[in-house]
């Protein structure tokens, strides 16, 4: 899919105009984020974020064998397959069909094959308590308008007791430029601007949408939608870790965060 040249512009993006924009953007983008990023993903691995927080040492779902698990945004899947290869029984959706295509593909390369389903977040086509677990490695929740309602999503399709565990950009990211080095060291923006990021195609038609929340923001959502936060790890760049993932690179990892990771349940 060729989305031709974006452009930046200022303008507001509701939540039916960010599931159209991030459809064609990563319809479009997964060929390219896969030949970039799928050797650090990998086909069957769990990876929380450029810091390379592994969910093999972490254990921040805790124990998934037998537990049926729901992934959003999963893009190609490879944390679902991870888990089923640890005995989880994971369904993992996407809103783009584009990613999903590459999960087909790792699937067949892995011999490990999890049910794939094209979904938005904010409408997830889910019975209630139907999942022991929900994640999302930045899958999702980043690029939504109404974050509020999918934390009211997950709460509904989780049972009691359920955990939901979710990394994305961390809050205070969005005041930098969005590069590495030095120039994505100065902030140019409020923290408290919560105008979305959107890009257009050449006739003006939104192509890209993502949504800051604040640290708070983040947190009042979790408990407006009834979950019980249970921890928010801030991971550190890790000493000997030379990766780099776009802006996310040691020289800003080693000064301040790049991703946090809510980690909440649903009370029983
Ligand atoms: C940064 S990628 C992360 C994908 C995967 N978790 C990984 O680590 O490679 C973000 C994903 O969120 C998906 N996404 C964006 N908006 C979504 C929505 N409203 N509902 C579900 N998925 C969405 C995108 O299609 C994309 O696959």
């Known amino acids: 899919m060729n989305l031709g040249p974006t452009r930046p512009k200022v303008m507001p993006a509701d939540q039916p105009t960010s599931r159209s924009a991030n459809r064609r953007w990563w319809d479009h983008d997964a060929d390219a984020y896969h030949l970039e990023h799928g050797t650090f993903l990998g086909d069957a691995d769990f990876v929380w974020c450029p810091e390379n927080v592994r969910e093999q040492d972490a254990r921040l779902l805790g124990e998934v064998s037998g537990k049926r698990v729901l992934e959003v945004g999963c893009g190609s899947a490879p944390c679902s397959r991870w888990l089923a290869g640890r005995g989880a029984r ?11 295509a590459h999960g087909t593909a790792a699937a067949r390369r892995s011999g490990i094959g999890v049910p794939l389903v094209q979904a938005d977040v904010c409408e997830m ?3 209630a308590s ?3 677990l929900a994640f999302a490695a930045f899958g999702g929740i980043p690029f939504v308008a109404d974050s509020a309602g999918a934390m009211r999503q997950v709460f509904r399709v989780l049972r009691p007791g359920g955990r939901w565990v ?3 950009t961390h809050p205070m990211r969005w005041i930098f430029p969005d590069m590495p080095g030095e120039v994505g060291m100065t902030a140019i923006q409020s923290y408290f ?9 050449e006739d003006g038609v ?3 949408a993502e949504h800051h929340r604040t640290m708070g923001d983040r947190i009042r959502e979790l408990v407006g939608a009834g ?25 800003r990892g080693q000064v301040f965060p790049g991703t946090a990771i809510f980690v909440s349940h649903k009370p029983f």
Do not use: C, H, K, N
Not at 90 to 100: E, K, N, Q, T, Y
Not at 193 to 201: A, K, L
Not at 230 to 250: S, Y
């Open 166 to 168: 979710f990394s994305v």
């Open 130 to 132: 139907s999942f022991d």
């Open 125 to 127: 086509p889910f019975a």
């Open 206 to 208: 939104p192509a890209y």
């Open 193 to 201: 601007d919560r105008s979305p990021y959107v890009e257009v195609d």
């Open 90 to 100: 994971p369904v993992a959706f996407d809103v783009s069909i584009g990613m999903l």
């Open 227 to 251: 979950f019980v936060l249970d921890d928010v790890i801030e991971p550190e760049w890790p000493e000997d870790f030379t990766g780099t993932w776009g802006q996310w690179t040691p020289e």
